[in-house]
């Protein structure tokens, strides 16, 4: 009896600030979403919660659905949400005598994410403080050569530091040590033999074997402090899966958008940085080749921020380098900007009477004061409920009751500061929010030099349908997309995703001078780890695809182009291919080329990923043939309440038109559809709203 027949349940599980989403695959059947409320500070119960709202919509309990389900992913919020509180482990830094400084000099430049004419820009915190950075005598060379060996003395004596200053983790950062992590790996099998295994240890050959000393040691920083709460994390999610019956695969969703075994995140815990979001352009690729929409600016609208990210011609925006918050990642990873704009930001005043929404969320608990969870002050959600926009006797199927009075009561206070009514306070605070989502969403697209007009909006995340179409005109796009499973867009990517992980070497060289056997040799390296870490995934017949690119720029600039190279049976022939293509590439990205300047090679990249099932996306199954009659109730638009047309999303028949302004309620989220605007449910489920033209 074959596995899909015994065990025939995939299940994808994406924890919010507010919802953790569940989306199962009934293979040879359909997929369907559950929600339930994310339950911090343990997450990893809303994940459980979330998975018994799926097992009671199958009608089983708990235990008989985990012991039919082959595949759980998981995208976690496990190692950003330790990030953005700093609960992460006491961490030491071990690293090369005169280098202590690195993380924080960080280059000399002012972060990136904030105002250069910042004035009050308070001194950078680094995860590790300077008295935690301890040096070591060690020598490597840019060539790879050890000229000092690491003295196993000094690193008994660093063993006792530890012991006395209660250090959960150990950042190993060597200068050089991506060109020979000799050093590196001598030093962790040390403490690894000579400290408690409670001890997280993180060493930046093994990490980002990148040359650039503070991207580097940045990321390992990072890595080492995130590993105590992400080890935490994991090894409670095992145990509470396995004790009620799962004995199938978990995969975690990485940012970098391969789902990878617990063992190996263990190990890279900055790779969980943005875990869930990192799934939806992924998805976004998907569902556009299925429906014929090729470009598409995908914005995913949570409980407390918006994720915004590119998908042009079908492809995922990944990019190098990060900051996140105050910190550095040097990793490869989705290309997404996060604005603190969600369901749960807070409607504030500032000094000079300006109504302003976020960054500050009221989370999953208190919540917006309608959820009667004890929240009082103002958010997005209260907003929508007071403008008659989400019915409180159907928000989330049904299952939760909104309170409408407790709504207005906590905008009130607003409105009196204001001056204005209640329904223009809230109107006020959906045009504020939809402004400033719109603005983070410009960081991505018009501001890289994307022509929005070329573009689709896909609106996804619990949000999404909601304000949608208000983000789409604020960047003068016509075109919306609201998929059928837009609350759980992020948790349903994950089925369409890949299983693997990338590699990196640094070979800094001219690119004429390139050695082949010496680049033979190192994707060589790269595929034997790839092999070794990915065998326990090839068991059941699954293989492995391999592919490489090169980072490569002008001698004297900066920051490179990534351009694919074959990975093996190279020839010298090659190498003049990827020198041509790098002019032409350079042309078309910046307009101009250098032909008679040095291509300098930095870095060779590989990703290794296995085969996977194909997944076909099943269409609606309506035998409705007429839009039955909807409700007509009042909601607020423009200054003005207005009859507006409530649809239950699960009796549209195929093909329904409908003109706004309209609501269509579906049980995990709420879509608005403003007046201006059309609106069609395709064969899909997908809602495809255009702004004052023919569909």
């Known amino acids: 009896m074959s596995e899909n027949i015994l065990r025939p349940f995939r299940i994808c599980v994406d924890t919010g600030g507010t919802f953790t989403d569940c989306v199962v695959l009934e293979e040879g059947k359909s ?69 202590r400084d690195i993380i924080e000099m960080r280059r000399s430049l002012k972060i990136e994410t904030h105002s250069m004419y910042d004035a009050y820009l308070p001194p950078y915190e680094p995860l590790v403080p300077r008295k935690l950075r301890f040096p070591i005598s060690e020598t490597v060379t840019a060539q790879g050569d050890v000229l000092n060996e690491i003295s196993e003395a000094d690193l008994a004596k660093f063993v006792e530091v530890v012991k006395q200053q ?29 400290l408690n295994d409670d001890v997280f240890i993180s060493t930046s050959s093994e990490l980002l074997p990148k040359l650039g ?25 095992e145990r509470s899966l396995g004790n009620i019956g799962f004995n199938g695969r978990l995969l975690i969703m990485q ?27 992924g998805g976004a690729s998907f569902l556009g080749d299925v429906i014929g929409e090729k470009n598409l600016i995908a914005v995913d609208m949570g409980g407390t921020t918006l994720d915004a990210a590119v998908v042009t011609d079908g492809t995922v925006p990944l990019a190098s380098g ?13 290309d997404v900007v996060s604005v603190g704009s969600g369901g749960g930001s807070i409607a504030w005043i500032d000094s000079l009477g300006m109504l302003k929404v976020g960054p500050q969320s009221a989370g999953a608990l208190p919540g917006p004061a309608c959820f009667g969870k004890g929240g009082i002050l103002p958010t997005v959600t209260d907003a929508a409920v007071v403008l008659g926009y989400i019915n409180p006797e159907y928000f989330w199927g049904g299952k939760m009751r909104l309170d409408t009075e407790a709504a207005r009561q906590a905008i009130c206070p607003l409105a009196e500061q204001l001056n204005i009514s209640i329904e223009e306070t809230a109107q006020g605070m959906l045009a504020v929010v939809n402004a400033d989502m719109a603005d983070g969403t410009a960081e991505v697209t018009t501001r890289a030099g994307h022509d929005v007009r070329n573009y689709a909006l896909l609106a996804i995340g619990g949000g999404g349908a909601l304000c949608g179409a208000s983000i789409a005109e604020n960047l003068g796009m016509d075109r919306v997309i609201v998929p059928r499973f837009s609350a759980s867009f992020c948790a349903w990517s994950m089925l369409t995703l890949d ?11 001219d690119l004429s001078k390139a050695d082949i056997q010496h680049l033979t ?76 300047v040095p291509i300098i090679l930095m870095n060779i990249r590989l990703i290794a990923k296995l085969s996977k099932p194909t997944l076909t996306l099943p269409k609606l199954q309506r035998d409705v043939q007429a839009i039955p009659q909807p409700n007509i109730k009042d909601a607020y638009f423009g200054s003005a309440w207005h009859p507006t047309q409530f649809h239950n999303g699960e009796h549209l028949p195929i093909n329904a038109r409908i003109e706004g302004p309209a609501v269509v309620q579906e049980a995990t989220s709420t879509l608005v559809v403003p007046p201006g605007f059309t609106c069609v449910l395709d064969e899909y ?11």
Request: charged share 20%.
């Open 31 to 99: 997929i369907s979403e559950f929600k339930s409320p994310s339950t911090p500070p343990d997450f990893s119960i809303g994940v459980l919660n979330a998975l018994s709202e799926a097992a009671q919509g199958y009608g089983l309990t708990l235990n008989e659905l985990l012991e039919k389900t082959s595949l759980l992913v998981h995208g976690t919020t496990a190692a950003t949400n330790a990030l953005t509180t700093r609960n992460v482990g006491r961490t030491a830094m071990l690293t090369t005598e005169g280098f």
């Open 166 to 194: 209660d250090i959960q983790a150990i950042a190993i950062c060597f200068v050089n040590s991506y060109a020979n992590g000799h050093n590196e790996k001598t030093a962790a099998t040390y403490l690894r033999q000579h």
């Open 213 to 237: 000393e503070y991207e580097r040691f940045s990321t390992t920083v990072l890595s080492a402090a995130l590993g105590p709460a992400v080890r935490e994390y994991m090894s409670n999610l």
């Open 255 to 281: 940012a970098n958008q391969y789902a990878n075994t617990v063992a190996a995140v263990r190990t890279r815990p900055a790779y969980l940085l943005g875990s869930g979001p990192a799934a939806a352009p």
């Open 322 to 334: 990060q900051w996140l918050g105050d910190h550095r990642s040097g990793l490869k990873v989705v």
């Open 499 to 509: 299983v693997g992980r990338d590699y990196l070497r640094s070979y800094p060289i």
């Open 521 to 596: 040799g190192l994707l060589d390296s790269m595929k034997a780890e790839a092999r070794i870490e990915l065998k326990d995934l090839t068991q059941d017949g699954a293989k492995i695809e391999f592919s490489a690119t090169m980072d490569l720029h002008y001698q004297g600039q900066y920051h490179e182009l990534e351009l694919p190279f074959p990975c093996e049976n190279i020839t010298q022939a090659d190498i003049a291919a990827l020198n041509d293509a790098f002019h032409i590439a350079h042309e078309r990205d910046f307009t101009f080329g250098l032909p008679n």
């Open 685 to 695: 489920g997908n809602y495809l709203l255009n702004k004052g033209t023919e569909i």
